[in-house]
């Protein structure tokens, strides 16, 4: 024989409920900014990247012209 009480078992699930939504937020927040993090990092890598390959061409460039004024000149 097992009594009910209507009352006393509605509030609990609600509860559990609410504290599994805000785990369930502070997850997805955290994972979020796990993410962006990483891309922040990745995005600081490949714009470092570009820079050095705009920085090697530009060499090459200036090493072609040279190259090719000193070729010229000796003609």
Same mark, same amino acid.
């Not at 900014?33 to 600081?44: D, I, P, Y």
């Given at each position: 024989? *097992?009594? $009910?009480? #209507?009352? *006393?078992?509605? $509030?609990? #699930?609600?509860?559990?409920?609410?504290?599994?939504?805000? &785990?369930?937020?502070?997850?997805?927040? &955290?994972?979020?900014?796990?993410?962006?993090? $990483? +891309?922040?990092g990745? *995005?600081?890598e490949i +714009?470092?990247?570009?820079? &050095?390959?705009?920085?090697?061409?530009?060499?090459?460039?200036?090493?072609?012209?040279? @190259? $090719?004024?000193?070729?010229?000149?000796? @003609?």
């Amino acid at each position: 024989m *097992s009594t $009910k009480n #209507p009352g *006393s078992g509605t $509030k609990q #699930p609600n509860t559990s409920s609410d504290e599994a939504r805000g &785990e369930l937020t502070a997850q997805l927040e &955290e994972l979020l900014n796990t993410l962006s993090n $990483k +891309f922040a990092g990745v *995005s600081s890598e490949i +714009f470092a990247k570009m820079d &050095e390959m705009s920085r090697r061409l530009d060499n090459l460039e200036n090493q072609l012209v040279a @190259n $090719k004024d000193k070729n010229s000149g000796t @003609n």
